[in-house]
């Protein structure tokens, strides 16, 4: 059974800074997509960030481009975002994916397996 566990999130001031963590457990097979999508009541879920097996075709959204860094661990089943210079329009529901495709997609119709999710919440 495949397992996504997210933590890390919080309350911060505008312009500071949070990481959130990821674990996926139960995938047997390497190769793997993960990613991290956003959302607020009322409005869709949004790729944030998106990270294939290897290092290559990283995927931001315009809005966090410069100010988030996804990355994951050297056993590649941990996925990481640095959250920096964190802004209001920030604060939502951060939820974790993975997939079994090769390549990056901020469609949330691409993913397969979800976290329950963390909040994050930035005051102005």
């Known amino acids: 059974q495949v397992q996504v566990v997210e933590s890390g999130g919080g309350l911060v001031q505008a312009g500071g800074s949070l990481r959130l963590s990821c674990t996926v457990s139960g995938l047997t097979f390497g190769g793997y997509v993960m990613g991290w999508f956003r959302q607020t009541p009322g409005k869709e879920r949004e790729g944030v960030a998106c990270m294939p097996w290897s290092d290559y075709s990283i995927y931001y959204v315009d809005s966090v481009k410069g100010r988030f860094a996804i990355s994951r661990g050297n056993a590649r089943n941990t996925l990481y975002l640095q959250m920096n210079s964190l802004k209001p329009e920030d604060t939502a529901m951060y939820y974790c994916?993975?997939?079994?495709?090769?390549?990056?997609?901020?469609?949330?119709?691409?993913?397969?397996?979800w976290g329950q999710g963390t909040q994050v919440t930035v005051s102005s």
């Open positions: 994916a993975a997939t079994l495709k090769s390549s990056c997609s901020s469609a949330f119709t691409w993913y397969t397996y």
